[in-house]
């Protein structure tokens, strides 16, 4: 579930957009990507093509259609949002808005169009594509991968329309400091998809249908760097260069550098090292646990180097009991602060981290990345430390106790304290976090069962109610108003305590289903969304960090670092984040 469906730094606000907005104002189509020479990029050549692992086949070709980690990494290489990341520094910076104004109460967005971009179809991009990107897909609540949720500020709608044909405008009810960075969405075009549109006559769920994985491939059409080529069913993704793509390099050459991309799709981790180690993949991103292997080899002279790098992004995993679970007395039990601290006690984090990732991974924060200076708290006292003995008796406290002599502790009432965990078998760190954590809470008189299910399934579990616990991970982002979803009780991605989501889209959430902390939470939350002061968002999301860190809605347990490898054929390599619309490097790797 390292998703991130579905985010540059703000402390300066409106100042550094306007910043931003003059110097987009200065850009025209194409784009000159430049000012990465402390990255090692280079001019590159063109010609060549790159071949990448896809962890599972894409369930569409549509990005709003499905939430799907290996359909985001494809569709990264297929389309482009209003604005994007810097590569070095996260800001934001233009992209298919080459500049854009903030009105002085923040309540008025206006994007500047880049004149001149072309589908890879050839067709003309324009005002007319973004609201409809917008209306029936990114604001539609039917779609599965929209966010129509953050077009809603106090129940109010944020509403979009042309000004002209290079001109979009968004009007909010109110100030929402964060408002620029969510605008990462990628836009699609409305000559290919309005007839599974509401704009063409369809129903609202009905934009879920279009582009299957049998669909022709021409008739997926973007603004990015590549175009769908083929897709083999269950084998491989097949992209080539798309010729109307806008960016081009620091001495003028058009971008992407390759002609063709290639996505392999390997589920087992082992079985794409050994494809990479046989030269059938040129690059992988890699876990602490595959490092030591493929770096010795390095070492001894294989034709690949092997980089790493503290993470901002990345998902840190974590342990979530369900609020709400059916089992017998688990639902009041999970629900409990006391209960979640006192198998904190149980985690052995350093462990994991030695063992797991092969030390290649740290102590995480709650809810912001440590590395994240601008926003992270320092909770790291509140990790706790790992103590069965300690973690036994505040299990006592609760008079949760081997009451039958079993071995195994019995929730007040006497059935036993079992429960099934739920992670991904086809990851390369979860079976074993999974292992280590059952034979701890054994230790513990804690029964634990190991339910595993692919990966790619973790957050449709997770969203859906239908489990116990589950081992997890959603990523983390610059700014925590972009993780609003998932760490304010009732946002559509708190899946550990669903009670307190809205009976419906749009409707407030359950504040009677919250706990005291959780409707603190809920207030910063709101509070930070609405407040243009950098020092007061800080001083709420310390509030949050802490608050987080005492009642552990989840249990996070380490930060990995980012690792990838890469085959000396190719230059240009800046390790691939992940599935983070606006932060797509490929482009400038080039086959030497």
């Given amino acids: 579930m390292s998703y991130s469906p579905r985010t540059s730094r703000r402390t300066r606000s409106a100042l550094a957009l306007l910043s931003l907005a003059l110097i987009g104002g200065a850009l025209a189509a194409p784009k000159k990507v430049d000012g990465y020479s402390a990255l090692g990029i280079a001019k590159g050549k063109a010609g060549g093509n790159l071949t990448l692992a896809l962890g599972d086949a894409p369930q569409s070709l549509f990005y709003y259609g499905v ?32 500049s854009w104004t903030i009105s002085p109460d923040g309540k008025v967005y206006t994007f500047k169009l880049r004149q001149g971009v072309k589908w890879s179809d050839g067709q003309a ?9 917008y209306k029936n897909m990114v604001m539609n609540p039917e779609a599965r991968a929209g966010d129509a949720g953050n077009f809603k500020l106090d129940g109010k709608d944020i509403t979009i329309k042309k000004v002209d044909a290079n001109t979009v405008q968004f009007n909010l009810p109110r100030a929402a400091p964060a408002f620029l960075l969510q605008q990462r969405y990628f836009i699609m075009p409305q000559h290919k998809l309005v007839k599974f549109s509401q704009d063409g006559g369809a129903k609202a769920a009905d934009i879920n249908n279009a582009w299957p994985t049998n669909v022709a491939a021409a008739e997926v059409v973007g603004t990015g760097p590549f175009k769908l080529a083929s897709y083999t069913a269950g084998q491989k993704v097949s992209l080539a260069k798309n010729s109307n793509y806008w960016k081009v390099d620091a001495s003028g050459t058009q971008l992407p550098y390759l ?10 981790p082992q079985a794409q090292v050994a494809q990479f180690l046989a030269g059938n993949l040129d690059q992988l991103n890699i876990t602490g646990a595959q490092f030591p292997d493929l770096k010795s080899k390095e070492v001894a002279g294989a034709p690949f180097k092997v980089t790493r790098s503290t993470a901002l992004f990345g998902s840190p995993p974590f342990i979530a009991y369900n609020f709400d679970s059916k089992g017998a007395g688990q639902s009041k039990l999970f629900g409990d ?53 300690a973690a036994g008796k505040a299990l006592d406290a609760l008079n949760v106790k081997d009451t039958d002599g079993d071995g195994v502790r019995n929730v007040p009432g006497g059935k036993n304290l079992e429960f099934d965990l739920t992670y991904g078998t086809d990851s390369s760190v979860y079976p074993a976090i999974a292992t280590i954590l059952q034979s701890d809470f054994k230790k513990l008189g804690v029964k634990v069962n190991l339910k595993g ?54 409707a407030a959430p359950n504040l009677a289903k919250m706990a005291g902390w959780e409707k603190e939470i809920y207030n910063i939350f709101n509070d930070a969304a609405t407040t243009t002061s950098a020092s007061k968002r800080k001083a709420l999301y310390t509030r949050w960090q802490l608050l987080f860190a005492q009642n552990l809605p989840v249990t996070p347990i380490a930060k990995p670092e980012n690792i990838g490898a890469i085959s000396n054929k190719y230059g240009n390599y800046i390790y691939n984040l992940g599935v983070i619309p606006g932060y797509n490097p490929v482009p400038l790797i080039f086959q030497k």
Avoid: C
């Avoid at 290489?77 to 080459?98: C, H, M, R, W």
């Avoid at 350093?350 to 990345?369: C, E, F, K, M, W």
């Fill in 67 to 98: 939430i799907d980690n290996n359909l985001g990494l494809i569709s990264q290489q297929l389309f482009d949002g209003l604005v994007e990341f810097n590569f070095s520094t996260y800001k934001i910076e233009p992209a298919l808005a080459e």
């Fill in 125 to 133: 991009f324009n005002a007319d594509d973004v609201l409809f990107t």
């Fill in 259 to 268: 002609n063709a991309l290639d996505f392999l799709i390997i589920r087992d």
């Fill in 337 to 389: 602060a006391r209960f979640r601290r006192a198998m904190q006690g149980a985690v052995d984090r350093n462990r994991i981290i030695d063992t797991v990732y092969n030390g290649l991974a740290s102590l995480p924060g709650h809810g912001v990345a440590p590395v994240n200076t601008q926003w992270y708290a320092n909770t790291k006292a509140q990790l706790g430390k790992f103590d069965l003995a």
């Fill in 453 to 506: 299910v692919l990966s790619s399934k973790l957050l449709s579990t997770g969203l859906s109610g239908d489990y116990e616990a589950i081992l997890a991970a959603l990523g983390d982002q610059p700014d925590p108003e972009l993780r609003k979803p998932i760490w304010q009780p009732g946002g559509s991605l708190y899946f550990w305590h669903r009670s307190t989501q809205p009976a419906s889209d749009g």
